[in-house]
């Protein structure tokens, strides 16, 4: 009986082995179990960063605001090199990386950061530190540039360490600004539905497994998020891989669309141009020094026609605002060819890409990790116009905030070569010195003491420079003119130190 037994015993092993299709291959593993190993992959990829900020007060330049705490999941992208939004970095005291597990922590620092683009490059602090936190972690890969339908995964973590993939579609691919006005790049649109306690401030989004973006905002409502495109991460990565960072180019010019059909004749469009008007060019930028005059209307770049809105055909994007030709698709340094009506007649211009630095705008956009400069004097208070103080003045700022400020952010060609900055009064402490004029404020200054303004450092200046008892202060407003007693006003700026005023100016 023994031998019938075994026989059976053998003729019934080959069931107890897992099933082959019809080419001999074993069946691929469940759904359920697939997407657990890429969930496992993907942790290796992934750490989290606190970030603690404190920006400066808008109306009280020599303080602070409270600090606030950030936290995001980030993408390791290189060997101990993690890419995050530069707004988790913005006017930050500390960060820190941490394991997804929560076991490991190590201070991080900023390698490269573009405020414009953002987008933040970070490594340890300390290399110890580092290679226990990066110890077993795999870098992602860089994907190919996806298309307009392509399925898209947003990465999440809890705080249980629990990986969460949430399935999106590329809806849209557009030109548009995502954390700074009037500073716009590649963005994709995504149609998602994520978890919102596992939401952060930053996403990393991928591709079949590899990064493809970095998560900038999220509408919950609309279950619609902006990411950043992988063009982008692309050459910011390119652009910081050698420490010399130079950020991405500009033009240096404002336009304005040719579709009306008046002012397409008067400009000597033929029905088959497109084109944008230049309405006004910025001095120092790559389009003055290449000679580009206000009125030249811009046909072409590098052979891609621009139409009368300002788009153009991309090979791989369809319809793109031309800004892309220059912001996203060249380095600071490269040289383009500008095909240009001027006068009806066409030329053609090389232009060589510079990077447009914010500290020479007349109005900065952003100040991050740059304490204000500001004076004061008295109890007159000093301060430079920026955007971030614009911003103060509420959500429809361009609407209420003093017309003469609107005027240097809307017009600034009309004050080079007069001022660097906006200096102007921003408000009155009440003391001995400055009775009679508490209700003065937003005044842009002219001249004190005769010297004509130009920055804060001239305005400090001006007053240290004054040998008389009184100071003369001049408002380009309406001409008015107060004065300030010297005697008076210095220990008025005395007994402000001693009663919690840290400091009384800053130029730098």
Known sequence: MRPFLLFSLLLLLPSCEPRKSETGKKPAAPASDQKSAVLADVKRSVVRINSTQQSWSPHQPWEKNPPNQRRALAAIIGPQRVLTTAEMVADS?????????????????????????????????????????????????????????????????EDNGQALLSAGILQSIDVSSNFLPGHSFLTYSVKVSLQSATSSFSLPVLSEGKFAGVLISYNAKDQICDVASTDIISRFL????????????????????????????????????????????????????????????????????????????????????????????KFTGDVVTLSLLRDGNPIEIKATLTREEESTRLVPAYQFGRAPNFLIKGGLVFQELSRPLLESFGKNWETQAPLNFLDAVENPENYEGKVDRIIFLSGVIPTPA???????????????????????????????GNLEELHSIEFADENLAIYLNDSVSSAVDQQLLQRGISRLSRAE
């Open 434 to 464: 400055t009775v009679g004029y508490e209700s003065l404020r937003n005044l842009v200054v002219r001249k004190v003491n005769g010297k004509d303004i130009k920055n804060m450092k001239g305005l400090i200046e001006a007053f240290k």
């Open 93 to 157: 005291t500390y960060l820190e990386f941490e394991s997804t597990d929560g076991t490991h922590l190590a201070q991080a620092k900023v390698i490269t950061v573009d405020y414009e683009a953002n987008l933040a490059l970070l490594g340890p602090a300390s290399e110890a530190e580092g290679n226990l936190i990066f110890d077993h972690t795999i870098p992602l890969q860089l994907t190919e540039a996806p298309k307009i339908g392509q399925a898209l995964d947003v990465l999440q973590i």
């Open 238 to 329: 390119q652009a910081s891989a050698n420490g010399d960072y130079k950020g991405f180019p500009s033009l240096g010019i404002a336009i304005a669309r040719t579709e009306d059909p008046s002012f397409r004749q008067w400009l000597k469009l033929t029905d088959q141009d497109g084109g944008i008007y230049i309405r006004s060019i910025r001095k120092g930028t790559a389009a003055d020094l290449a000679g580009v005059k206000v009125g030249d209307v811009l046909l072409a770049i590098d052979g891609h026609t621009i139409d009368r809105r300002g788009y153009y055909q991309h090979p791989n994007y369809d319809r793109l605002f031309w800004g892309h030709l220059i912001r996203g698709e």
